[in-house]
């Protein structure tokens, strides 16, 4: 199924419709997707496996479009952050009625399904996380790639100030915490289920994988699952880790 709905930016009052889609039944999975500032649904098709597909005969799956990704839009403001994802994710699972989930997400879908534990951990069963993004000496790439995002949307948004643009661009990127809106303090404090699958290259740093990992208490890490029998394997291992952590 393929819909959208329309609700109210908290800081600004402007309408944000998410576009999002469901399959299967049973227990609420989120799916965040890979893409940095594009994170969308289509760009699940680009993952070793889809978890879309692979879950979805065992769990309600739902997947959403970003705000300004994809099919869904919003206005852009100085104050927005990683916290207005949040929102917006929130209000998609309020929309559907949906209490308690698991959220599984990859590359930037890390911080942002982290960003649920730290909002709501009372609703958040468990979190599967596939490379996540991480800082290290690689600050340049992440404002490279939001600029290119920018640049793509702002002809068609005169409603977007300078201003707003930088200030949401420092809110994501600049900050010192090694997975952008989570430090390790805050990991210790979270007793959700994890699961980390590692990343490899410039902007999934191996290394923020495992800090991920060494610093939450109740958290493991898959090193191979992109190549090979690691496929299936990785497949497999995640579902099982959603049966497991489920309510």
């Known amino acids: 199924m393929m ?5 109210s930016d908290v800081q600004t009052g402007a309408p944000v419709t998410i576009h999002f889609e469901e399959r299967g ?22 993952a070793p496996f889809n978890p ?29 952050g990683w916290q207005t994802y949040a929102q917006d994710q929130l209000a998609l699972l309020d929309h559907l009625e949906v209490d308690r989930f698991a959220v599984a997400g990859m ?6 399904s982290l960003g649920l534990v730290q909002a709501v951990p009372e609703r958040v069963t468990s979190v599967v996380i ?59 404090r979270m007793s959700t289920p994890i699961l980390a699958l590692m990343g490899q290259d410039l902007y999934h740093p191996e290394q923020s994988s495992r800090r991920l990992v060494k610093a939450a208490p109740n958290a493991q890490l898959i090193e191979h699952w992109k190549t090979g029998d690691g496929i299936d394997a990785g497949r497999q291992r995640t579902l099982d880790f959603l049966k497991t952590h489920n309510s």
């Open 107 to 112: 590359c930037i879908g890390g911080p942002y």
């Open 3 to 7: 819909a959208e709905f329309t609700y």
């Open 52 to 80: 879309f597909e692979a879950w979805s005969g065992a769990f309600r799956v739902i997947a959403m479009d970003q705000r300004n990704a994809g099919r869904s839009t919003g206005p852009v403001h100085a104050q927005h």
């Open 130 to 188: 596939f490379q996540t993004i991480g800082l290290t000496d690689n600050r340049q790439a992440f404002y490279d790639m939001y600029d290119a995002w920018q640049q793509e949307l702002a002809p068609n948004r005169p409603d977007v100030g300078a201003e707003d643009w930088q200030g949401l661009r420092e809110n994501m990127y600049g900050g010192e915490d090694f997975l952008f809106n989570t430090d390790e303090a805050e990991l210790a």
């Open 25 to 46: 039944s049973g227990p609420a999975v989120l799916l965040i997707a890979p893409g940095g500032m594009k994170s969308a649904i289509p760009l699940w098709g680009n």
